[in-house]
């Protein structure tokens, strides 16, 4: 490790806004933090990166009071603060954006804005004055929100706007930002940055995390390397490059620069005729017979990708759900390998070979209550090797687990482990390998590499190129248009529910593709 | 007609004690707790309210007393949950036993009674009529009449609507309810909301406890809720934990209540009137969710 | 779902063994379902036992339970493991049990109440409960049309209010409602049931309910739950029937009489003869109005003599066996009141 | 949160801590208990050691206290399970007691309808129509809340009080026996009787029955796929959807399954016990339960000991009323206490965590 403390010995802030020293936090037999020192400049941004489970949020949690170190301590402009909760962070002008959205549903977006610090005339909620104020930061951030609607009904950018306007309407010096970037569109991001850039050109600190290593060069000025809990190097970003930081988080040159780069790997053989998958003229009604989703036609034929970019909340939700079986188009009609499946459930689809890679692999893949067999098994639990005439054969429950856990080079104690002990990267692993080992027809994939990080991206792609040249239709739904190029053969855009374009591989305009995405080119405003 | 007449005038008082208790639970519940509970605080608020009218001759301070002793029920009750993580549906069942344990046990330990204590002539809350509107022919009986904590819990419904949509620790107290971990985050004492909801729901539940004590039949007995506190959890949940529909709820169970011991005697078995009520909450749930689901289409089929 | 309510406190006689003399006698009381404080048979039979023991101070222990129709059996048989001299069982759905331990345990001395029980150490208690109401019924149905009595409509409306729908319950309910046909066929009787004995709430709406069809008198067989009736005659200025005991003394404007049912006396016998050596068993004492096992009490001073001198001639034509009074446990529902 | 969250809540299994460790935790509603009826007796003066003491030996003291005891066990056992067994698919049915109140009512009806029929035939008949009964309570619930989410838990409580009304009204009306001072059908045939397995105490062979049934329960969650189905689904619902499991299904059969077993709870009190149906004669056998459920964490075991501790704290504070003037109440302050800290959350008891907290 003397090469990292060489390199950080190169970066000495003058004014320290934050200084964290001897940051040590276990959760039971994990070490999360050990030891992390850090230093943030007042007035700068700067960013940490690290593997999945490396202790970015951990540590940042701790800043912001949501967890309390086992050792350590933590010092604002110079003063030693006891980070007892959040509230005595915001009081020291702190305030996180944190990597899951914290926003309250029930409450409205103008709730949400200023809860903790509302305006009032005694006791009163002055809905008045907040209403002003929220216009004014909307201002600031170029964007509208219906201040009145319940969260929930905000798309996810929205929702991530109005944790931003959050943090500035409690006028927070120091701005924490856990992985902002994993939910929003190329513009969206540049939309952030040009924020970020502007709060620290205010004289504000921000602290920003992320997997994506192009993105920090970008933002930030001054990049700390997290790795196993423990910082390995704190570099200047002038001074550096993503293959550099990449190997600072993984120790080794990553392989994923090469497998996911241009050219991939597994040879491309152009997809078969027959249809894996096909929609025909699909909708769904939701709550006040609003559209999300309306007349969708859409074919995968085997070994194929089909690409579908879009901003969250524009009807995947919905088009998954029909392809899977969790609800009925009314009308439309969904087809399997030829075969109508319309008003099939999930498990006859599943039979007919459908995978699943969800994009919450904690809500949808696995079941964290369990052992690691629980969440393997899903798929093979009611019939012979694993279960006859209703009853599981828990020795080959073990044995099919294990198979997974080796085949898919996945790191846990063993079959009966519990899933919560999983690391992400690890359980995204689990998940993709089930669906992979069960199915052969057709895959549905969502965001399946969400916060998972270069080595699981890797791995992940690598699995889906190699189905698609076995001759599986592959349905990949993603925002990381980059995910999208590098694997579709295809790609439509989704907005508002309705396919409103469609790119052959190789003749893809991204600006089109982006004002397809955020509604600018049919008119409308984003969602 | 004329029975339909009586039963509205009943209506409102037998309504009073289920109607505050039910909108304690609804805060509660949008405090973010499910209070099982109600039972024990009635109780208890019964019988203070009884002790200390008797002791000093005055109703009103029997319904102070019977607000404070709902409190200190609930704020323990509270705290074990919140802080220690017990879990409410059985913590609040289990009140309700301990709760009519202690007073059972104590009961003939300091009074010398048991089962019932009948302090003669206790005061009881006076009935009082609202000028004018005691005039309107038909209408005035049913509106009219009542004493004042009956008025006051009918105030009290737009009061606390207001209270927790339009004042700052309503919304405090709905979003601690509503995400615990991220109202923390958002540097709120999300645990202090929630117990303060379950002490606003004591302080009610207790009150309501009072008026059926010393507002209706002035004495206590052990039995005397008679799982009303159950009617008002099935009130509050009826309306949604929502403060209109919930006092709507509350006042059609003691429609029930009122309309059941006059449908007796007429032809129709005595325990056949008598699970009505009940009945109608299943039906009118059904109903209800069964229009919403047909508004919200495309109802999931897994 | 009901907490039951814990006994009355205890003389100091009950516990200390050196209170009583040195052939001290010891008594078991199995108190029924509904438990102490049920403001009627179980709390009355207490005060039985409570004067007996401070009378002769014996030794006495009463056992309740929440689920004493399943564990009655258990106790009876525990109490005659542990050789108590007396043993008073109030639990009707024991009967069967009884017959069947009492045997087992042949120096222990059984008392049944309100059924009669086989057995040559078992001693049975039956009452009258509806010669008792019969009475009753007869007084209200003469009293309602009289308007020279204060509270008194010209309507012939009374009414009686059960705490539970069941038999023990409908036979007072029965005697009541035939009392008062007898003396004037024209008199409606209403009836209905508080489903609950501890609900004084719901036994007042009960009454209003009555008052507003223009009943002037009600009769109340409910327990706790009769407190909320004898209150709502007091607010309504009419006139409540007691039961049990003399109630009279809870509100002595509104309470016409009481049937009172002399449970108190029956456990209090039972221990008296077990002390003098009588309580030889096999026999079934009928506690009737000859016996003044059932009797009215206070009657409100307003109601003039002639209704007394003739509520007393119907009492000796019931006494010489003239009017046979219908017992619903005997011979089930009379068609008068439909099950 | 819902009622449901709690649901799961309850359902889930914690990962916190050493199983030593939790063990120990669970421990805790009764020292809490023990403690709070110690303050109780204190205050009215008298020695906790001795109260415990005899209510020990009046609960376990002899074959007979124990046979005693284990009949009060059974129904809470049933109940227990029948409860747990729901939980576990994220049902959260407090309608036990209804489907007790049914099943209870049918086994007593074939008992005393078909007097005569050779016994076997007539035990057979009537836990199956008890069984049946209870199962047929607890669908429309289990129904409503699978197609159109009607919270079960105002539905199943609700319809609680309509089945005792109406199993009174049943056995006031159209089935009542003359010659029985409290309302009660006729008793049943004495073939359909249960012998008792520790004479002369009160415990019947239902007792074995509700032994293998816990067995079945623990069997069903550990080793089978249907177990598996109730599992996931309990915890993680959508995991399951996706999964290809039917959340619909899962909910219907988990309600079915958990009414038969109340039904049979309710057939072995009057076949076992009571020997006919006697109105309202359920102490809240289905409230306890639940208790019973929670306390014993929604497992076997955890049932079979918690329904234990509940039948040894019914069985001996009755007993011990012969020997003392304790009064009844002293139990509830035990139950209600034990209730209360029934399900702690082991973390959250750590100081600091504690501190935390709020
Ligand atoms: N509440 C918790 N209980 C137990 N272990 C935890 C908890 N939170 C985090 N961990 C573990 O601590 C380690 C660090 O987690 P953390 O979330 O800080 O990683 P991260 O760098 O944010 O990863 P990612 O990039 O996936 O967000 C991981 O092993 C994680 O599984
Ligand atoms: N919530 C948790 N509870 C208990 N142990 C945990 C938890 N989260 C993680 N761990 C343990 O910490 C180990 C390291 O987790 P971490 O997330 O750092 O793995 P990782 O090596 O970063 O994997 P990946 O990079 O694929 O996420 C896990 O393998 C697991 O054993
Ligand atoms: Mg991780
Ligand atoms: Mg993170």
Redesign the interface.
């Known amino acids: 490790m003397t090469a990292d403390i060489a390199i950080t010995s190169r970066s000495v802030p003058a004014a320290a806004h934050l200084r964290l020293e001897g940051i040590t936090k276990r959760f039971g037999s994990v070490v999360a933090n050990e030891g992390v020192d850090l230093k943030v400049a007042a007035g700068t941004i700067h960013a940490v990166v690290g593997e999945n489970g490396a202790g970015k949020t951990t540590l940042m949690r701790i800043v912001y009071g949501l967890e309390r170190p086992d050792a350590g301590s933590v010092e604002v402009n110079g003063a030693r603060v006891e980070m007892r909760s959040p509230q005595v962070a915001i009081a020291h002008g702190i305030g996180m954006v944190q990597q899951h959205v914290q926003l309250i549903s029930g409450l409205t977006a103008l709730e949400n804005l200023v809860l903790g610090r509302e305006p009032s005339r005694l006791g009163a909620f002055n809905a008045a004055a907040a209403r002003r104020q929220a216009g004014e930061l909307a201002d600031r951030l170029h964007t509208r929100i219906d201040w009145y609607a319940p969260v929930e009904r905000l798309s996810v950018g929205h929702r991530q706007r109005l944790e931003i306007m959050r943090l500035l309407y409690r006028d927070a010096g120091l701005l924490i930002f856990d992985e902002p970037t994993t939910v929003l569109t190329p513009g969206e991001v540049d939309d952030l940055f040009a924020v970020l850039r502007s709060l620290a050109a205010d004289g504000r600190t921000i602290l920003f995390i992320s997997h994506k290593l192009r993105e920090v060069l970008a933002i930030a000025e001054r990049v700390t390397v997290m790795r196993r809990g423990r910082v390995v190097a704190t570099v200047e970003s002038r001074g550096t490059d993503a293959g550099q930081l990449a190997r600072l988080m993984i120790g080794e040159a990553p392989e994923p620069v090469r497998a996911t780069g241009e050219g991939a790997t597994v040879a491309r053989r152009p997809p078969r005729d027959e249809a894996a998958l096909a929609l025909e003229g699909c909708a769904v009604d939701g709550p006040g017979g609003r559209r999300l989703l309306d007349g969708i036609d859409l074919a995968v034929r085997a070994g194929e990708i089909v690409g579908v970019a879009g901003i969250e909340g524009n009807g995947q939700r919905e088009l998954i759900d029909i392809v899977l079986g969790m609800r009925r188009p009314r009308p439309g009609r969904v087809t399997l390998g030829g075969r109508d499946v319309t008003h099939s459930g999930v498990r006859a689809r599943r039979r007919l070979g459908i995978s699943y890679i969800p994009e919450d692999r904690n809500v949808e893949g696995a079941d964290l209550a369990g052992s690691i067999s629980t969440t393997a098994i899903c798929l093979r639990y009611d019939r012979p090797p694993l279960s006859r005439a209703g009853i599981l054969s828990l020795g080959s429950v073990r044995a099919f687990t294990r198979g997974l856990i080796e085949r898919f080079g996945i790191v846990a104690a063993g079959p009966d482990a519990p899933m919560r002990s999983l690391s992400g990267g690890n359980a995204q692993r689990l998940v993709v390998g089930r669906e992979i080992d069960a199915s052969s027809r057709c895959v549905l994939a969502a965001h399946p590499t969400r916060g998972v990080d270069v080595k699981g991206i890797a791995f992940i792609h690598e699995q889906l190129l190699r189905l698609r040249g076995e001759g599986t239709g592959i349905l990949l739904i993603s925002e990381e248009l980059a995910e999208l190029f590098r694997l579709a053969d295809r790609i439509v855009v989704l907005y508002e529910g309705q396919i409103v374009g469609e790119f052959a591989r190789d003749a893809v305009d991204i600006d089109h593709l982006s004002r397809l995405m955020t509604g600018v080119e049919t008119g409308g405003a984003a969602a | 007609m ?2 339909l007449h ?1 039963t509205l005038v ?1 209506t409102a008082l ?1 309504s009073t ?1 289920l109607l505050l208790a039910a909108m304690g639970g609804l805060i509660n519940r949008q405090g ?1 707790i ?1 209070n099982i509970g109600l039972e024990a605080n009635m109780l208890a608020g019964a019988l203070a309210a009884v002790l200390v009218t008797w002791q000093t001759g005055n109703p009103f301070l029997g319904v102070l007393a019977a607000a404070l002793a709902g409190t200190v029920i609930a704020l323990p ?1 509270s705290l ?1 949950i ?10 609040g ?10 007073i ?6 300091a009074l ?1 009674v ?3 204590f ?1 302090p003669a002539g206790l005061q009881r809350l006076p009935r009082i009529d609202i000028p004018f509107v005691h005039d309107i022919p038909w209408i005035g009986p049913i509106l009219s009449g009542k004493d004042p904590v009956t008025y006051l819990a009918w105030l009290l419904v737009p009061l606390i609507a207001a209270f927790l949509y ?7 107290l ?2 601690a ?3 615990l ?12 909301w929630r117990d303060l909801s379950t002490v606003l729901a004591g302080a009610l539940a207790g009150i309501g406890g009072a008026q ?1 004590s010393i507002g ?4 206590f ?4 809720i ?2 009303r506190g ?1 009617i008002a ?2 009130a509050f ?2 309306g949604a934990a929502r403060p209109w529909p919930t006092a709507a709820a509350a006042l059609l169970f003691g429609f029930f ?2 309309a059941q ?2 449908l ?2 007429q032809g129709i ?4 009137v ?2 009505l009520p ?2 109608v ?2 039906v009118t ?2 109903v209800v ?2 229009t ?2 047909r ?4 109802v ?3 | 779902g009901q907490p039951a309510p814990s006994p009355a406190p205890t003389q100091a006689g009950g516990e200390t063994p050196g209170a009583t003399s040195a052939a001290a006698l010891r008594v078991a009381m199995i108190i029924a379902q509904g438990g102490l404080g049920d403001q009627s048979y179980n709390d009355l039979a207490n005060e039985g036992l409570t004067r007996a023991e401070q009378e002769f101070g014996i030794e006495a222990q009463r056992v309740e339970s929440p689920d004493i129709v399943s564990q009655g059996e258990a106790v009876l048989r525990q109490a005659g493991t542990a050789d108590f001299d007396v043993v008073i069982d109030l639990e009707w759905s024991t009967a069967e049990a009884l017959t069947v331990i009492a045997p087992e345990f042949a120096d222990t001395r059984w008392t049944f109440m309100n059924f009669p029980v086989n057995g040559d150490n078992v001693t049975s208690f039956v009452f009258a409960e509806h010669e008792g109401s019969y009475l009753a019924g007869a007084l209200a149905a003469l009293v309602t049309s009289d308007t020279a009595i204060p509270g008194i409509n010209p309507e012939k409306v009374i009414g009686v209010i059960g705490g539970t729908k069941s038999t023990g319950i409908d036979k007072f309910l029965v005697g009541f409602i035939q009392g008062a046909r007898d003396v004037d066929p024209d008199v409606e009787v209403l009836t209905s049931y508080t489903n609950d004995f501890g609900d004084a709430a719901k036994g007042q709406q009960a009454a209003e309910a009555m008052f507003e069809q223009g009943a002037d008198i009600v009769f109340q067989v409910a327990g706790g739950a009769g407190l909320g009736v004898i209150q709502a005659a007091a607010d309504a200025g009419v006139y409540a029937i007691g039961v049990d005991t003399d109630q009279s003394s809870i509100a002595p404007a509104a309470v016409l009489t009481s049937m009172i049912k002399r449970t108190d006396l029956a456990v209090y016998e039972s221990v008296k003869r077990a002390i003098e050596g009588t309580l030889s068993g096999g026999e079934t004492v009928n506690l009737d109005l000859a016996a003044g096992g059932v009797e009215l009490g206070t009657i409100h001073p307003s109601v003039p003599q002639e209704y007394l001198d003739r509520v007393d001639e119907l009492r000796q034509q019931i006494v010489s066996g003239q009017i046979k009074v219908w017992n619903v446990i005997e011979q089930g529902y009379p068609d008068f009141l439909s099950e | 949160m819902s009622v449901h969250a709690s649901a799961e809540r309850v359902a889930r299994p914690r990962v916190v801590g050493g199983h030593l460790e939790r063990t120990l935790w669970t421990l805790v509603p009764f020292g809490a208990a023990l403690l709070a009826g110690a303050l109780v007796l204190l205050l009215s003066g008298r020695d906790p050691l001795v109260t415990y003491a005899l209510l020990v030996e009046q609960a376990f003291g002899g074959h007979i206290a124990i046979g005693n005891t284990l009949a009060q066990t059974t129904p809470v056992l049933f109940t227990g399970l029948a409860t747990a067994l729901a939980f576990r698919a994220g049902v959260f049915n407090v309608g036990v007691e209804g489907s007790l109140y049914l099943g209870a009512f049918a086994a007593a009806w074939v008992g005393f309808t078909f007097v005569g029929a050779p016994g076997p035939l007539l035990l057979l008949g009537a836990f199956g129509t008890a069984g049946l009964a209870g199962a047929a309570w607890s669908f429309l619930p289990g129904l409503l809340r699978a197609r159109w989410r009607v919270d079960e838990v105002v539905t199943t409580l609700m319809l609680n009080f309509v089945a005792i009304n109406l199993t009174s009204y049943l056995v006031n009306g159209p089935f009542l026996a003359v010659g029985t001072a409290n309302s009660m059908s006729p008793l049943v045939d004495p073939a359909a009787r249960l012998g008792s397995l520790i004479p002369p105490s009160q415990v019947s062979i239902g007792f074995v029955l509700a032994l293998g049934m816990a067995l079945g329960f623990g069997v069903v969650f550990g080793f089978t796929a249907l177990g598996y189905e109730l599992r996931v689904s309990g915890t993680s619902p959508r995991f399951a959807a996706a999964s290809g499991i039917s959340i619909f299904r899962v909910i219907v059969v988990a309600m079915l399954i958990s009414g038969l077993i109340a039904g049979i709870a309710g057939a072995v009190q009057v076949l076992g016990v009571n020997g006919r149906f006697i109105d309202r004669f359920s102490p809240g056998y289905g409230f306890t339960g639940i208790a019973a459920a929670l306390l014993g964490r929604n497992t076997a075991l955890g049932c079979v000991l918690a329904a234990l501790f509940f039948g040894a704290l019914s069985n001996g504070s009755a007993m011990m009323q012969l020997f003392t003037d304790i009064p009844l109440d002293l139990v509830n302050v035990l139950s209600g206490t034990v209730m209360i800290f029934a399900v702690l959350d082991v973390a959250r008891l750590r100081p600091r965590r504690l501190r935390e907290a709020g």
């Open positions: 004329e029975v009586n009943a037998v004690p973010g499910v009750f074990v919140t802080r220690l993580g017990a879990n409410e549906i059985i913590a069942l289990g009140l309700n036993v301990l709760v009519a344990g202690l059972g046990y104590l009961l003939p330990v010398g048991y089962g019932t009948r339009r004042t700052t620790p309503g919304l405090r709905r979003a309810g509503s995400d971990e991220a109202a923390r985050a958002a540097g709120i004492s999300a645990h202090r059926l209706i039949v002035g004495l007995g052990v039995g005397m008679a799982g159950f959890l099935a949940y009826f209540d009122a011991v006059r007796q005697g078995p005595v325990q056949l008598q699970l009940y009945l909450v299943v749930l059904t969710a069964i919403r689901a508004r919200e289409g495309g999931a089929v897994a």
